[in-house]
């Protein structure tokens, strides 16, 4: 709990990747989070069946923005099949940080969104 | 004060506790802790009905409490003070007695301010019966503006049923002033029933029912170092005992037969089942732990503290802080932000060196949007707070904005 906030993840939350909506794209989301007034949207292009492009807006915490920057990048080229089998567990630990079961709706909301998708 | 708070002698993950959130809830001094474990260890039997030495032990103990906390709040007679598990639970009991009589073209009047425990039972009330339903807002110092409410609805004040408000916001700390309100809305309107939502103000400052003029008062133990599920409703006699009683069951019937019932007399009747004994219990004992110590002296404690915070906090950069500036109307809470950190984040940072602050939107969720924020950090003081902890909050923030890189 300490190490929440290591390098990594306060670089994730002041540049996160994939910022911003994207020109052209086949499906979006967006899911507001109550608990913390966090309210993300997610954009995502697919070509053959996989992710060609990706992109998120929103306002958030460190945990939440950090998670949606790394799990944008990591979709990148993933087919539909392989997202729909990566599961909250997956997504805790692409994270590489414990968040405590108060943060878990933090770090999980990219991911919400992203199923919502499609 | 620390001394006589139990909690305050343990680490917590090592750490020293530093405990900023008593608006959420208080913690408990030894005495509290006693007499339940008294309740508990040498005379545990149910009320009312025992006809043997603890039981009606008990039972003289539920009704000296009982008077004690009308004593506290002065009301006229103990009859109107009904024992619930909390303010919510009070604020849904006067929504569902006012569910009863209201007529229609009885509107309802609420605030922005309000917790959500004083806003969505009106708000359901007002969809349930297709009732006009005002929100009124708050000036630009956290204060709940009247006079412009007077100005543009004055006939929607006439026609109102109810008018529940808050005496002391749990979010910006702003004291209202509950008596000249209430004043201005009677004049308006003599026959509004007034609610005041004494969460915040009853652990922190003197209230007095009848200097108030307000004809119910809701209040909880947990925050004024009672137990946890026992809380208070204040209403006047006359309109106690007009109402419908809310549970049907034991303890609140006079007799009982086949074809109907009749009700017991005021308390009673609106305390079916049941009670928390043990809450009771404790509320009488945070009572006399809170007069032995002055209510008076606690309002100058969190006064002192605030002051002291607020100096500090001021000089924090990229630090934004709500709430009056007009120190002398504010109750020891104080909201803030700081700019490109998240609540949570602070909350976290602070929670991870023992300071345990509050973040989110406090259950004010309308008053959030009212102030253009999703969320704030909240620090709330208490009695046994000090300058020590005041430090320890500045220490705090000055880490989030280090590991934010915010200097
Ligand atoms: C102003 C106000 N009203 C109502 C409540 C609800 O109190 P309880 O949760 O004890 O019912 C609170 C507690 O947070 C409060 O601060």
């Not at chain 1, 300490?2 to 990594?8: H, K, R, V």
């Not at chain 1, 052209?24 to 996989?50: H, W, Y």
Request: aromatic share 8%; proline share 3%; charged share 25%.
């Amino acid at each position: 709990m300490d190490n929440l906030y290591i390098e990594e993840i306060l670089e994730h939350y002041r540049e996160p990747l994939n910022f911003g909506k994207l020109d052209k794209f086949d499906t979006s989301s967006r899911q507001l989070n109550p608990f913390c007034g966090d309210d993300m949207e997610i954009f995502v292009r697919f070509k053959n069946n996989a992710v060609e492009d990706i992109g998120f807006v929103g306002k958030g915490c460190a945990i939440s923005i950090a998670s949606a920057s790394i799990l944008t990048d990591y979709v990148k080229g993933k087919t539909k099949g392989e997202l729909t089998k990566f599961s909250e567990k997956d997504m805790l630990s692409l994270l590489g940080i414990e968040v405590s079961e108060t943060r878990k709706k933090c770090a999980l909301l990219a991911l919400a969104v992203l199923k919502d998708c499609f | 004060m620390k001394k006589d708070f139990p909690i305050f002698k343990n680490k917590i993950n090592g750490k020293k506790l530093i405990y900023l959130d008593s608006a959420a809830t208080s913690q408990k001094p030894q005495v509290v802790i006693d007499a339940i474990l008294e309740f508990y260890k040498t005379y545990n039997a149910n009320v009312k009905r025992g006809l043997y030495p603890i039981a009606e032990k008990a039972t003289e103990k539920i009704g000296k409490v009982r008077q004690e906390v009308a004593k506290f709040i002065n009301a006229i007679n103990p009859e109107e003070i009904i024992f619930v598990r909390n303010t919510t639970e009070a604020i849904n009991l006067v929504a569902y007695l006012v569910s009863h009589n209201i007529k229609r073209e009885e509107g309802i009047i609420t605030s922005t301010m309000e917790h959500h425990s004083n806003f969505v039972p009106w708000q359901q009330l007002a969809l349930k019966k297709n009732a006009d339903f005002l929100v009124l807002d708050i000036d630009e110092n956290g204060f709940l503006d009247l006079d412009s409410g007077i100005k543009n609805y004055e006939l929607r004040i006439k026609s109102a049923k109810i008018f529940a408000v808050a005496h002391v916001s749990n979010v910006l700390g702003t004291i209202n002033p509950i008596k000249d309100i209430i004043k201005k809305v009677k004049e308006i309107n003599p026959n509004i029933l007034v609610l005041v939502d004494a969460a915040q103000s009853v652990p922190h400052l003197k209230v007095d029912v009848q200097d108030l003029g307000c004809d119910f008062l809701a209040f909880s133990g947990h925050k004024m170092m009672a137990g946890t599920g026992i809380g208070v409703l204040y209403g006047k006699k006359h309109l106690l005992n007009n109402m419908q009683p809310f549970m049907f069951g034991g303890e609140m019937i006079r007799e009982v037969n086949i074809e109907n019932t009749t009700f017991a007399d005021l308390p009673h009747k609106y305390e079916a089942g049941t009670p928390d004994i043990a809450g009771i219990v404790s509320l009488g004992a945070a009572i006399e732990y809170l007069n032995s110590t002055g209510i008076e002296n606690i309002q100058k404690h969190d006064n002192r503290l605030i002051k002291y915070a607020l100096q500090k906090m001021e000089k924090i950069e990229g630090i934004n802080i709500y709430g009056p500036r007009d120190l002398d109307r504010r109750s020891g809470v104080i909201s803030f932000n700081i700019n490109g950190v998240h609540p949570h984040d602070i909350a976290q940072v602070l929670g991870n060196m023992g300071i345990c602050i509050r973040a989110g939107h406090h259950c004010a969720m309308p008053l959030h949007k009212r102030l253009g924020i999703p969320a704030s950090a909240r620090a709330s003081f208490y009695l046994y707070n000090d300058e020590e902890d005041v430090d320890y909050l500045i220490k705090g923030i000055k880490e989030v904005k280090n590991i934010f890189s915010l200097i």
